[in-house]
C-alpha cells in the first residue's frame, strides 16, 4: 500500500467534485526511504508513492499533496503545510517523482508532462533539487548527478537564475563511514552575485554526504536545503591542505553596506599569495577603523599579522602569513557605540613563504586613523637595539610626535613626517604618540621592541 495515499486519493475526489478532471498517478518518489545507488535495475523497480495530475486552464499539471503536507524523520510524520509541490514546473517534479504505471514505460513517460521525457537511470542518478532550489531557483551548473566520485578535490559550480542575490549558504559534509562531520574539507567562494563554488577536498578514502543549504531572504535563521550530493573519494591530494572550519560562503556579510563597505567588496572571497605577503584593498563608504582576526587551519590566532590603514573611501590591509597553508581573516566593523559585527570572511592560500615572519607594530586604539596616519617604516614590530631607525609616516592631522621622551613638532606644511630616533638597547619597548594639537596629551600610535 503506498504511504499516506489516502490525501491523493483524497485531492482525487475533490477536484471531480467541481468537474476539474484529474488523475491518480503510481510511480517513484525519492522519499525518505530512497537510496541512492549506481547500480540500478529497471527489472527490480517498484513503485512506492502516488500524487495527481489536474487539468487547469487548459494543460495537465502536477500535484503532491502528501509531500505537501509534511515529511517523515523515520519514526513519525510531521505536519509542515506549504504548496512547494502543488502545481510545480514538471522539468522540476521529474528530479523527484517518476511516473511508472502498470510498469509500461511508454504509457509512464507521457505523464512527466515533458517534451523530451527522461528515462529511468537518468531519474535515478539524476540529483533531487530540494525546496531551497525550487523556491529561489538556485540550480547545479556542474555535478548534476546525485553521485560524484572525486579523485583528490573537486568544484562544485551553482546558480542562481532568478532575480536576486544569493545571500549565503551553509554546507555539511559528513562521513558515511563514520558518522561524523569534517568542516575543514570544504571551503565556499562567491563570485559575483548569482555563482557560488564548493571546493571539495576529502580528507580520507571513503563516502561522504555533501548537503548545500541556502540563507532563506525575510525569513530569520531559515537554511532551506539546496541539494544533498554522495561524495566517493577514490584517492585524496598529495600533501593535502585542508581549509579552516567555516561551513558558509567566504566573502562579505549580506548586512556590509549597514556596516560601511562599498559594492565592490561583493567581488572579493579568495586571497592567494606564494610569497607569505599580500595587500588587500576593501572599500568603504567612510573612514572606518575595523578588528581583524586571522586564524590558521586549525583555528589558532596569528597575532601581529594584518596591519591596516584607511582613508575616506578604502581600507587598506597588509597580511604576514607565518607559514605555508589556508587562514581565515575574519573583518569586524564598527556597528553602534562599542559594538562590532562580522563584516566579512576571507579565505587566504599560501602556498610559499620566502622569508621569516615578521611581525607587525603594534597599534593603539584607533587615533592613528581619526588622524588619517598612514605609516611607511618600520613595518616590522622588531626594530634594531642600540641603532639610528628611522620614522616614516604621513598625516593631515598631525602637529606633534612622542617616541618615547622625545617629542617631535610639524615645522611645515608637509603631510611627511621622517625621524630618526636611537634605540635603547635590546628588549625595550618603543611608543610612537601623537595629537594634532602641539602641546597636551598625545595619544598612542603605535608600538615597537628593540632587538
Request: with cysteine; net charge neutral; glycine share 6%.
Amino acid at each position: 500500500m503506498i504511504l499516506y495515499s489516502w490525501k491523493v486519493y483524497r485531492f482525487h475526489i475533490y477536484p471531480r467534485c467541481a468537474h476539474v478532471p484529474v488523475k491518480v498517478i503510481n510511480g517513484y518518489a525519492k522519499g525518505y526511504s530512497h537510496k541512492n545507488t549506481e547500480d540500478f535495475d529497471l527489472s527490480k523497480m517498484e513503485t512506492n508513492h502516488a500524487w495527481n495530475a489536474i487539468f487547469v486552464e487548459g494543460e495537465w499539471r502536477l500535484v503532491d499533496s502528501t509531500w505537501d503536507a509534511g515529511y517523515i524523520d523515520g519514526k513519525s510524520f510531521h505536519w509542515k503545510k506549504q504548496d512547494l509541490y502543488f502545481l510545480m514546473d514538471p522539468e522540476f517534479f521529474v528530479t523527484s517523482h517518476l511516473p511508472y504505471i502498470e510498469k509500461d514505460l511508454a504509457k509512464s513517460e507521457v505523464w512527466q508532462l515533458l517534451d523530451k521525457p527522461i528515462d529511468p537511470k537518468t531519474f535515478f542518478k539524476s540529483l533531487k533539487l530540494e525546496e531551497g532550489s525550487v523556491k529561489f531557483g538556485v540550480f547545479p551548473r556542474t555535478h548534476k548527478d546525485t553521485i560524484m566520485h572525486v579523485r583528490g578535490e573537486t568544484c562544485i559550480e551553482i546558480q542562481k537564475y532568478t532575480p536576486g542575490e544569493i545571500l549565503d549558504t551553509l554546507v555539511s559534509f559528513e562521513s558515511e563511514d563514520e558518522n561524523k562531520e569534517y568542516k575543514e574539507c570544504v571551503a565556499t567562494e562567491r563570485c559575483g552575485s548569482d555563482i557560488i563554488k564548493f571546493h571539495v577536498r576529502p580528507p580520507k578514502l571513503g563516502t561522504y554526504k555533501f548537503s548545500l543549504f541556502i540563507s532563506a531572504p525575510n525569513e530569520n535563521k531559515s537554511w532551506p536545503q539546496l541539494f544533498k550530493y554522495i561524495v566517493k573519494c577514490d584517492s585524496i591530494l598529495e600533501n593535502l591542505v585542508l581549509f579552516p572550519k567555516h561551513r558558509q560562503t567566504y566573502g562579505p556579510q549580506p548586512e556590509y553596506k549597514e556596516l560601511g563597505f562599498g559594492e565592490a567588496i561583493k567581488k572579493y572571497s579568495f586571497f592567494s599569495t606564494e610569497t607569505g605577503e599580500l595587500d588587500i584593498v576593501l572599500p568603504s563608504l567612510q573612514q572606518m577603523k575595523v578588528r581583524c582576526t586571522l586564524e590558521d587551519g586549525n583555528a589558532n590566532k596569528v597575532q601581529n599579522a594584518v596591519f591596516q590603514q584607511s582613508t575616506a573611501n578604502s581600507i587598506s590591509l597588509s597580511v604576514r602569513l607565518p607559514q605555508r597553508g589556508n587562514y581565515r581573516l575574519i573583518i569586524f566593523a564598527p556597528k553602534g557605540k562599542d559594538e562590532y559585527a562580522v563584516a566579512a570572511n576571507f579565505l587566504l592560500q599560501c602556498t610559499k613563504v620566502v622569508q621569516e615572519f615578521r611581525p607587525f607594530p603594534v597599534v593603539f586604539g584607533g587615533k592613528a586613523t581619526d588622524y588619517q596616519v598612514i605609516l611607511h617604516e618600520p613595518m616590522a614590530k622588531e626594530i634594531p637595539a642600540n641603532s639610528s631607525v628611522v620614522f616614516r609616516f604621513s598625516s593631515p592631522n598631525l602637529k606633534s610626535v612622542q617616541i618615547e621622551t622625545k617629542v617631535f613638532k610639524k615645522e611645515n606644511d608637509s603631510d611627511e613626517w621622517e625621524i630618526v630616533f636611537d634605540t635603547p638597547g635590546p628588549g625595550a619597548q618603543v611608543n610612537v604618540f601623537g595629537s594634532n594639537e602641539e602641546t597636551g596629551t598625545r595619544n598612542g600610535l603605535f608600538g615597537y621592541i628593540t632587538k
